[in-house]
């Protein structure tokens, strides 16, 4: 029998013969009210890093413009209107400088509405499509699983609100199914990240991994040399730790009330020392998010401030049943798990591949990180100098990384949640040449420039009053200097081969007959 908000309120307990007290159905109140205002702070750290840095990247004198990138995709599509359906922007019909800041900064102040509660559909809509149409038109410096990952989180945050009502405790209570969808997404992205590292490589199956992640991370934090230097045998204990959080925990979600709220706490502890061990962006707030979904009412209200959860009793008591909410979360429910599919066959593959999408709006998505974890941490620092011959006896300056180190005595800096898209993209191109990165030959060539925007990217200019005669990008293998050195270092390094990419100045005729052919420049 069902009686008000509760299940069997009463049952005659046969054995004590007494009444067993009310068994009251898990509510989500103020679960909803912590995930929305968790969404909110991540979209306003994401549009802020557009704000900062999308201009120089993709802007009309970007390092990978946009409106380049679009005319391509038109020619491969067939039109714009085709691109339009396979790669949904705004930026199909305006791509100008102003148009990416306006969307950025739009992007913000909604963002900011969010984060101080107030949120309903159409609001949550317009964010999630906005922030679409940076990604799908930033190219490289937008193609971070954490991207589509917010996508698919802001999407499903669209359904968690009412379609009008803004406040922070509107009168329809957060439908379940959608509740049950951001587990579904917690199970995902936990079991696939999991799977993708026991399938990838031997330092994760032998327990070793760590032994080498925290120095060669892309962004290494403040606290990541103190994590490396731990003991071996925590260090190993991390990664079964990993495993515990990744390929268990996540089985628990859907279960009742103690198993899931157990299973909660892992994967969120997980995130948390993720959080002080490196800087992955917004990557492990955004992974906090969907797993709130495992921890109800009953759980909150023993950790959150009073007035905040008499509040939420208040809105439980005056809540108003909404049938057309509850079947569209239904019918969301069952477009998900169609377009599951596909996510699962890929997880369950032998050759799964990390995130990835497989529709055009990022609906479902797969995930993973560090399938296989680098030996050694490499690095491309570009120098220049104003001598006239450019070999190594040449007065060379480095440019400084906002993030990567390049000092031997730069101590790594806290940069997440904010994102620091060249440098983590110079992360990879260490790994690789420069023919696989051509747009660090068009960062070179502003660089001789002393273009403000790509100048920008850096921590500073060591060429403020004229630009450099030439620039070169050397390769270098970094070590963490163990703590306590008598130098007060905090990396060592080694040159690796000659150069990664050769002395160039302005007037380099392949230089300019590349950016050319590239349409970088007329």
Not at 156 to 163: G, H, M, N, Q, V
Not at 220 to 243: E, I, Q, T, Y
Not at 379 to 384: H, L, P, R, S, Y
Not at 426 to 439: C, K, Q
Request: charged share 15%; net charge positive; with cysteine.
């Amino acid at each position: 029998m069902k009686t008000g908000n509760f299940i069997n309120l009463e049952k005659l307990d046969t054995i004590s013969g007494t009444v067993r007290a009310p068994v009251a159905r898990p509510t989500y109140w103020l679960t909803r009210f912590l995930m929305l205002r968790l969404l909110g702070a991540i979209y306003a750290v994401a549009f802020l890093v557009a704000i900062h840095q999308i201009v120089p990247l993709i802007g009309a004198n970007g390092l990978l413009p946009a409106d380049i990138f679009l005319k391509r995709a038109a020619d491969a599509y067939g039109s714009s209107a085709s691109g339009f359906v396979h790669l949904p922007s705004l930026f199909w019909f305006v791509h100008s400088d102003r148009s990416l800041l306006t969307v950025a900064w739009i992007g913000f102040i909604l963002s900011c509405v969010v984060l101080a509660g107030f949120a309903n559909a159409p609001l949550l809509a317009i964010l999630w499509f906005l922030y679409m149409s940076l990604v799908h038109a930033g190219q490289d410096w937008y193609g971070y699983g954490w991207e589509i990952q917010l996508l698919e989180t802001g999407f499903l945050a669209i359904f968690l609100c009412p379609l009008l009502d803004a406040r922070p405790f509107p009168r329809q209570a957060p439908p379940t199914p959608v509740i049950g969808l951001f587990r579904w997404l917690t199970f995902r992205i936990m079991f696939g990240a999991g799977l993708i590292k026991i399938r990838g490589d031997e330092v994760w199956r032998n327990g070793t991994a760590l032994y080498y992640h925290f120095e060669t991370q892309p962004l290494p934090g403040p606290l990541s040399r103190w994590f490396h230097f731990m003991p071996r045998p925590v260090l190993k204990a991390g990664v079964w730790f990993n495993f515990l959080a990744e390929l268990v925990a996540p089985w628990f979600v859907f279960w009742p009330r103690l198993a899931r709220h157990i299973a909660g706490i892992v994967i969120v502890a997980l995130q948390v020392i993720l959080l002080f061990s490196g800087n992955l962006s917004f990557l492990n707030w955004l992974t906090i998010l969907p797993a709130l979904a495992c921890f109800d009412d009953g759980f909150w209200r023993r950790v959150l401030p009073r007035g905040l959860v008499r509040r939420a009793a208040a809105a439980a008591a005056n809540a108003v049943p909404s049938q057309p909410m509850l079947t569209t979360a239904w019918i969301l429910a069952a477009a998900i798990a169609l377009l599951s599919i596909q996510p699962v066959v890929n997880m369950l593959s032998p050759r799964q591949i990390m995130n990835t999408s497989f529709d055009p709006l990022d609906l479902v998505n797969t995930y993973g990180a560090f399938g296989s974890v680098g030996r050694e941490r490499l690095n491309v620092v570009f120098e220049g100098t104003m001598d006239e011959k450019p070999d190594d006896n040449a007065n060379w300056k480095a440019y400084t990384y906002k993030g990567l180190p390049v000092a031997l005595d730069q101590r790594p800096p806290q940069v997440a949640p904010y994102q620091l898209r060249l440098d983590w993209q110079m992360w990879f191109a260490a790994m690789s040449s420069y023919e696989e990165y051509p747009w660090t030959l068009n960062l070179v060539s502003k660089l001789l420039h002393n273009d403000p925007g790509a100048v920008s990217l850096f921590a500073g200019n060591p060429f403020p009053g004229k630009p450099p005669r030439w620039i070169r990008a050397v390769l270098y293998r970094y070590s963490f200097a163990a703590p306590g050195n008598d130098n007060g270092r905090w990396w060592n390094r080694k040159r690796v081969g000659d150069v990664w990419l050769p002395a160039m100045s302005a007037d380099d005729p392949q230089l300019t007959e590349f950016l050319i052919r590239e349409g970088w420049v007329p």
